[in-house]
Every structure is written in C-alpha cells, then in structure tokens.
C-alpha cells in the first residue's frame, strides 16, 4: 500500500503559520521578483484568481476585495516542509520525499497492518503534524502511486474523509476513477490529456477501460502505459523512476532552477 502526504495550499499554509489571522481570508504568494500569483488560498480560488495572474492585475480585477499579498520565502518553504518530512521519517516506515510539499510513504503487504489502522494513521498522522508545525496536510492511501495521488485530492476537496482518503477496494477504485478528469491524473500531462479528450476519453475510468494495447498502439510511451496499468490497481511506476520536480522558482539571479535549499 501507498500513500502521498500533500501539504495544503503550500506557500499560502507556511505564510499562515505565523499569520493566523490570515486563516479563512484570501491570501496569495508571488513568484520571484513579485511578477504573478503561484499560490492561493482556497478563498482566493473561490474568488477566481488563477494562478499565473500578473500581479498587477489583481487590484484591477478585484478592486473591492482585501487580498493578503506576500512575496515568495523559499527559506521559509524549506523549513516548515522539511519539519514535516521529520515527522514522515518518524511515522512511516518507508517514505520518499516527491517534491518540496510531497512525501510517498510505503507499506509493505507483509506487515500486520489492516486498512483500517491505515486510515486512522494517516488522520493521526494529520493531527500530529498541524499540531507540530502548523501546516494543514491532505494524505491519500492506494495500492498504487497514481491510486494514492488520486484519492489525497479527494482527500483535500471533502473534509468527510478527516483528511485522509483510502483507496482499498475495487468499488472504491471504480467511483474514484469515475470522478477524477482527465487531466488531473498523475503522469498524463496537457498534451496527452488533449490527445485523449480529442479520442472520447473525459474521465480516468473512461481511459483505464481501454485495453493496454489501445494505450501502447495509441501513444507508445511507457509513462503513460505505466498510469493506465496503475489506474486499474498494477503497481507499476519503479520507485527510482519517482523523480523528484526540479521547479520550486526561477529567479533572475541563477542560471537555473533552484531546488536545493
């Protein structure tokens, strides 16, 4: 069994930390140099600022609304998300930190551990970090990584699962594809996702029905085989082939990308 531990709202949840006054109102974190948005609270979605908005639009597009605008900390970002991969040290016993707000953790099939002390680790789990650090984290459980990735968004769009959403049935499986778009599935991309809503394919189910010939005639890329098999529950993307997003900012002041704090 798999599981993701996805920080909520990042930037926007590490700037909270020291801001609880902040907790409910419309927040935003800038790109380097403070050119657009990256990060948004969930009232700032609700409101309707994408990300990528420039920002001196927003006073243009939402001249009536309190924003709390700040500049990216990456300093900050990689202490607060560093304590939290302490405690995924601490509570897993496998983990592989994914990117600066993801952790997979592993379990293996031969340890005494049943589903349900699996769900109520990961709320405990939750729990002990927000008390710890400060920061909300939504964690989803799959027997697969695309499985696990899927169900910590629903994780973290329905407060019933207490922030924390198991995949560990094939009903639950089947439901979960059903409701997932296309281009929200861990692997597929913009451009492949275009390819496959051109071909019918609005949904993770619809492409997980497809047989794995179709896949492979229809875009020979072992990635995307990989994620048709692990959405129909085939534990196949290598650990080593987890590798880790390179973005976290581009600045003016690097020849590159800065991944490294």
């Known amino acids: 069994m798999y599981g993701i531990v996805d920080c909520d709202n990042c930037y926007v949840s590490c700037e909270r930390v020291f801001r609880p006054d902040l907790n409910g109102k419309p927040v935003v974190v800038l790109s ?41 900390n990456y300093e900050l970002y990689g202490e607060l ?33 049943d589903n349900k002390e699996l769900k109520e680790w990961g709320e405990n789990l939750h729990q002990r970090i927000k008390k710890s650090v400060g920061m909300p984290v939504s964690i989803g459980l799959g027997p697969t990584k695309t499985l696990a990735k899927l169900a ?13 959403c198991m995949i560990d049935t094939d ?21 492949y996702s275009a390819k496959l809503q051109a071909l019918g394919v609005q949904t993770a189910y619809d492409f ?3 047989h794995g010939d179709w896949v492979r005639n229809i ?9 048709w098999q ?13 590798a880790k ?17």
């Open 245 to 261: 997003k390179k973005s976290i900012c581009t600045s003016r002041s690097f020849n590159g990308m800065v991944s490294d704090f």
């Open 152 to 164: 910590s968004h629903f994780a973290k769009k329905y407060p019933g699962y207490r922030h924390c």
């Open 230 to 242: 692990e959405l129909n529950g085939i534990d196949a993307v290598p650990n080593e082939e987890m």
């Open 208 to 210: 997980a029905q497809h």
């Open 171 to 191: 009903e639950k499986r089947v439901k979960a594809l059903k409701l997932y778009p296309i281009e929200d599935v861990w692997g597929i991309g913009r451009r």
């Open 81 to 113: 998300t560093g304590r939290i991969v302490e405690i995924i040290k601490q509570e897993a016993p496998a983990y592989f930190r994914y990117s600066i707000d993801e952790c997979f953790v592993y379990f293996d099939r031969l340890e005494n551990t």
């Open 219 to 227: 875009f020979n890329n072992i990635v995307i085989y990989r994620t």
């Open 32 to 72: 380097n140099n403070d050119g657009c948005v990256v990060a948004r609270s969930n009232e700032a979605k609700k409101m309707g600022i994408k990300a990528g908005t420039p920002y001196f639009q927003l006073a243009q597009q939402f001249p009536n609304e309190k924003i709390a605008v700040f500049s990216s």
